[in-house]
């Protein structure tokens, strides 16, 4: 969004050979909206209308499982703002974390507060003709899901809606102890991942390697193939038919070389 979200962000996508993007549209840190700029919106909308997958990720502060009331107050009213600043620039979906109980003997209650926040926004997100995508949590604090039997239990509870989706982090889920670096690990991992999704659809994968050993519980991201997850895991991802309809984006430290050899690495992979 820094510098413009269609000048600056539409350039460094096109300079890295991207295919598809991931945005914020407001500080990923705080709680003040952003309202936009007029011009970027449209011009960003005609890259979409083009045909240019575009998602956005909500605020890194929305915890929908919060025991105090103002934190989730203003997460519902951020993943709102952010829904509906998703439909004026054409993206398919709005990214949003699980969140977390804070304290361990609140998970029920952590879910129950997940439920009641999530139906309207799910809603709102259809009227939009929008997706909100569900990303799992790396195993850190108190999360409510990041493990498989997690995810299952969690879309269980939120229910089934047409504006329901899921967004994969890999570092996420080998931080979570999901080994995707073992031989067949990844192939096995999207299997049983369809299953206890129950139908909801895998939407955006979040392509990253991870500085940190399996289960390690830590969010630190590496580059493709410079991690513990390794390269070619990656090429079963690029492959599975879970990917039928997903779009992958990095989120990969380095500077604008270095996203560019990520980005030709994974359609390297993708050609094998």
Request: aromatic residues 4%; positive net charge.
């Amino acid at each position: 969004m820094s510098g413009g979200l269609a000048s600056r962000g539409l350039t460094y996508a096109r300079d890295i050979g991207a295919e598809a993007v991931q945005v914020f549209v407001t500080n990923p840190r705080g709680w003040t909206p952003t309202s936009g700029d007029a011009d970027q919106d449209a011009a960003f909308r005609r890259a979409t209308d083009d045909g240019l997958p575009a998602f956005v990720h909500a605020s890194y502060l929305v915890n929908l499982g919060s025991p105090d009331p103002s934190v989730l107050a203003r997460s519902t009213k951020s993943v709102s703002h952010t829904l509906h600043r998703a439909g004026v620039i054409g993206a398919r979906g709005v990214v949003v974390h699980t969140g977390s109980a804070v304290h361990a003997h609140r998970f029920d209650a952590a879910m129950r507060s997940t439920h009641e926040a999530l139906l309207p926004l799910l809603d709102l997100a259809d009227r939009l003709s929008v997706s909100l995508l569900l990303e799992p949590m790396a195993g850190q604090g108190r999360s409510l899901c990041s493990t498989l039997d997690e995810i299952e239990r969690y879309l269980q509870r939120v229910g089934p809606h047409p504006a329901l989706a899921l967004c994969l982090d890999t570092c996420h889920a080998y931080a979570a102890g999901h080994d995707l670096a073992a031989r067949g690990g990844m192939t096995g991992f999207l299997n049983r991942l369809e299953v206890v999704s129950g139908g909801v659809p895998l939407r955006l994968v979040h392509a990253n390697d991870s500085m940190d050993t399996v289960g390690a519980g830590k969010d630190r991201h590496a580059r493709i193939g410079a991690g513990h997850i390794g390269e070619a895991p990656f090429r079963a991802l690029l492959r599975h038919r879970s990917l039928r309809d997903a779009s992958v984006v990095i989120e990969t430290p380095g500077d604008r070389a270095a996203h560019r050899e990520d980005v030709a690495t994974l359609q390297r992979l993708r050609r094998r």
